[in-house]
C-alpha cells in the first residue's frame, strides 16, 4: 500500500510551568520532525492544544514554526469561535508564509447548515489562504462541499480524496485530513519510522490509534510520545495532565512494534 506524504499535528512545547511557549523547545520539535523528512506541520491543532492558546500565542507560535520550517509546508488550525477571529488568523498565516488552513465549526454552538455554508464562502473570500472545511460530525460536510474555491486546492477529508482506507475517524479532524502538500495524520506524531509501520499495518493498528486517542486525545499522546523519545515538552496546559499509565503502555507498545 502506498503511504502519502506526511505532516505532522505538531504539539506545542511550554516552559516547565506552561505559562508561555518554549521558543527553544520548539527548535528542537520542529529540526526533530524536519530531520525525519516529514513534508510539513499543522500549527495549532487538537495535537497543539490550540484551544488553550491566546490569538496572539498562535500567532507568536506560527511565526516561530514558520521560522524554522526550512522547506516544510506549514497548515494552521484556524478554528475559531467567531468569523472575524479565523479571517485574523489566516490572514496573519498567509502574511507569515502558510499554505493552507483547516477550520472547524466552532467550539461552542451548532451552526446550521446555511451559517457552515455563509461560513465558508466568508472565509474563501477573505482569508487569502486555501481553507478547508472539516466537520468532525459530518452533518454539514455535503453542504459545504458545493462552496467555490479559488488558486490553490483546500484541504478536505480523506475520503474526499480517497483516503478513507487510512481514516481514524468517520468524518476527520484538524489532525486527520488531506491538503495539497500531503496527509495529516496523528500517525505522524510516532515519528517517520513509526508512521510508516502503523499505516502499512493500519487495519491492526487502527483500532489501536482510535481507542488511544478516543482514552486520552491527540495532545496527551504527542507529548508523551515527545517524552519517550527525549525532547522536552513541556506540561499540557491546566486542567489537562499527562497520559496515564494505560496509555503510556499503549504508545511504548505502538513505538515498539
Not at 489532525?175 to 519510522?193: D, K, R, V
Request: proline share 7%.
Amino acid at each position: 500500500m502506498e503511504i502519502p506524504r506526511l505532516i505532522v499535528p505538531l504539539i506545542t512545547p511550554y516552559t516547565d510551568d506552561g505559562s508561555t511557549i518554549s521558543e527553544i523547545r520548539l527548535a528542537r520539535l520542529m529540526r526533530h520532525f524536519r530531520d525525519q523528512g516529514f513534508e510539513g506541520v499543522i500549527v495549532a491543532s487538537d495535537a497543539g492544544e490550540g484551544a488553550s492558546l491566546s490569538l496572539a500565542e498562535r500567532k507568536k507560535l506560527l511565526e516561530w514554526v514558520i521560522r524554522d520550517a526550512a522547506d516544510m509546508a506549514v497548515y494552521i488550525n484556524a478554528t475559531a469561535q467567531t468569523t472575524a477571529i479565523a479571517i485574523d488568523l489566516c490572514q496573519d498565516a498567509a502574511e507569515s508564509g502558510a499554505v493552507g488552513a483547516i477550520i472547524c465549526p466552532p467550539p461552542s454552538g451548532h451552526l446550521t447548515q446555511e451559517e457552515a455554508v455563509n461560513y465558508l464562502t466568508v472565509m474563501r473570500r477573505h482569508a487569502n489562504l486555501a481553507c478547508g472545511f472539516i466537520d468532525p460530525t459530518g452533518h454539514l460536510t455535503e453542504q459545504t462541499a458545493s462552496v467555490e474555491t479559488a488558486g490553490l486546492k483546500p484541504p478536505g477529508s480523506l475520503a474526499e480524496h480517497n483516503l478513507e482506507h487510512l481514516a481514524v475517524t468517520a468524518h476527520g479532524s484538524n489532525c486527520e485530513c488531506w491538503t495539497p502538500s500531503g496527509m495529516i495524520h496523528p500517525a505522524a506524531m510516532f515519528g517517520m519510522n513509526a508512521a510508516n509501520n502503523i499505516l502499512s499495518k493500519w487495519e491492526t493498528f487502527k483500532p489501536v490509534i482510535q481507542g488511544l486517542l478516543k482514552l486520552a486525545g491527540p495532545a496527551r499522546v504527542g507529548k508523551y510520545v515527545m517524552e519517550s523519545q527525549g525532547l522536552e515538552s513541556g506540561p499540557l496546559r491546566g486542567p489537562f495532565m499527562p497520559l496515564n499509565p494505560a496509555g503510556r503502555e499503549i504508545v511504548d507498545h505502538i513505538l515498539k512494534a
